[in-house]
């Protein structure tokens, strides 16, 4: 009923920089946060930012100062600038939709997944 499509990862060296997109379709209502999530191979899915539908952002403290996230609420859509790459930040990264209300069943919230999108940043 939802779909989010990620767009934008690749590989990239130390140092260069990356921006993810992420487009949440279907009949939806609202979303109250849309983030970004990213998972290494052997580590546990962890939150890179989070943004909420009045701006109000947070970061993992091994992204800040470097990555900014920023959303259009009438194209439903999440984008994750990422500067000053590090190696430490390959993996896919993964588009979440939380709090959305679709039109069907207004009374209820959902959490809705991307499929991912790879990031490799090489040294």
């Known amino acids: 009923q939802v779909q989010l499509v990620e767009s934008g990862g690749g590989l990239v060296q130390t140092g260069g920089s990356l921006t993810l997109s992420c487009a949440a379709s279907?009949?939806?209502?609202?979303?109250?946060?849309m983030g970004w999530y990213r998972q290494a191979p052997g580590n546990q899915r962890e939150l890179v930012a989070r943004?909420?539908?009045?701006?109000?952002?947070n970061y993992a403290d091994s992204v800040k100062g470097r990555f900014t996230i920023s959303r259009d609420n009438a194209k439903n859509t999440v984008y994750l600038q990422m500067n000053s790459l590090k190696p430490e930040d390959t993996g896919v990264y993964i588009c979440?939709?939380?709090?959305?209300?679709?039109?069907?069943?207004?009374?209820?919230?959902?959490?809705?997944w991307g499929q991912g999108t790879q990031v490799t940043v090489s040294s």
């Open positions: 979440n939709a939380d709090g959305v209300v679709v039109v069907a069943i207004p009374g209820t919230q959902f959490q809705y």
């Open positions: 279907g009949s939806i209502v609202s979303i109250n946060v």
């Open positions: 943004i909420t539908s009045g701006g109000r952002t």
